[in-house]
């Protein structure tokens, strides 16, 4: 069991809690909006939608564990670049391939 420092982002092992002598840290990353949460800089793929493809099923904006894609009012979707972490989920689920992963 662990006891999250509020003071910072890290997580202190409960045992070393109480006794400094002992104290380990080890940073943990959660998920966040604004810059501590965008994704675009360690990134290696991106997913990228031909629109000409696209028959608005919208399997892509229910899969993505990051609710990353937006869906307009038409159905059409498009991807917020800022916190895709590029995990190709999305490219999998398309029914008609119209998501590819691209690198970086
Ligand atoms: S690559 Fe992953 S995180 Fe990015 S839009 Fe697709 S499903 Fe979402
Ligand atoms: S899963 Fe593919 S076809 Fe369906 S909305 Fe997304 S990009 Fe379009």
Redesign the pocket.
Known sequence: MADKDESSNYIVPAADSKSKALLLRYPISLPDFGSGGKTNQWRLQM?VIDQDKCIKCII?WA????A??HRKSDDSVE?NYDY????????NECPTKAIRMVDE
Not at 63 to 66: R, S
Not at 84 to 91: D, E, L, P, Y
């Open positions: 997913p892509c899969d993505c564990p990051e990353t894609i991807i895709c972490k590029g995990c190709g989920i999305c490219a």
